[in-house]
């Protein structure tokens, strides 16, 4: 049931355009995710689910206050109508890519090492699943995801004009989790 939780919520997240629903959505994901590594019953795919929720618990509080201070900026959380926020924000737009590049598990970052340990150690229990979620998990939402933030960070400028570049305490809220 996990694994059909998580292809009807990837499927959801391909035609979202509403920032927090997408966020929510990536919980859906990670939550199947966690499932699938406690229902296999391998005490080294339980260890990476409990690794997994302190990871996800971290980005995901980044980026529900990235999406926050897009609406504070721009006034609207839809991906169709925020754009440009690298040219008005540059502060926020550094802390997005990076965000980013950290959710979808870009070599280096917690996120890829769970992913890794995970498929070293689900290719044992099933090799078809374990290449159907690689296909889900290293190509089609990291593609997703960096392409829905390549609109809101780089994509055309936003009819409204954003807004200003954060205070110091919104920095160190987004930033805190980070580091």
């Known amino acids: 049931m996990s694994f059909v939780g998580l292809i009807e919520a990837s499927i959801r997240l391909l035609n979202q355009v509403d920032l927090k629903r997408i966020v929510a959505l990536t919980t859906v994901i990670e939550t199947n995710w966690l499932l699938i590594c406690l229902s296999v019953g391998s005490s080294d795919l339980e260890a990476i689910g409990l690794a997994l929720v302190f990871v996800h618990?971290?980005?995901?509080?980044?980026?529900f206050s990235m999406v926050e201070f897009v609406y504070k900026l721009s006034g609207t959380r839809s991906v169709l109508a925020?754009?440009?926020?690298?040219?008005?924000?540059p502060q926020l737009a550094s802390i997005g890519w990076l965000t980013c590049l950290i959710t979808i598990?870009?070599?280096?970052?917690?996120?890829?090492?769970?992913?890794?340990?995970?498929?070293?150690?689900?290719?044992?229990?099933?090799?078809?699943?374990?290449?159907?979620?690689?296909?889900?998990?290293?190509?089609?939402?990291?593609?997703?995801?960096?392409?829905?933030?390549?609109l809101v960070l780089s994509g055309p400028?936003?009819?409204?004009?954003?807004?200003?570049?954060?205070?110091?305490?919104?920095?160190a809220v987004v930033l805190v989790p980070i580091c």
């Open 157 to 171: 400028a936003a009819s409204s004009g954003l807004g200003n570049e954060l205070t110091l305490a919104e920095l």
């Open 82 to 89: 925020v754009g440009g926020l690298s040219a008005s924000s």
């Open 57 to 63: 618990a971290a980005t995901t509080s980044i980026e």
């Open 105 to 150: 598990g870009l070599p280096g970052t917690s996120i890829f090492s769970m992913k890794f340990l995970f498929f070293t150690a689900f290719i044992k229990f099933n090799i078809i699943l374990a290449f159907f979620l690689f296909i889900i998990f290293f190509l089609v939402l990291p593609v997703f995801f960096i392409r829905i933030w390549l």
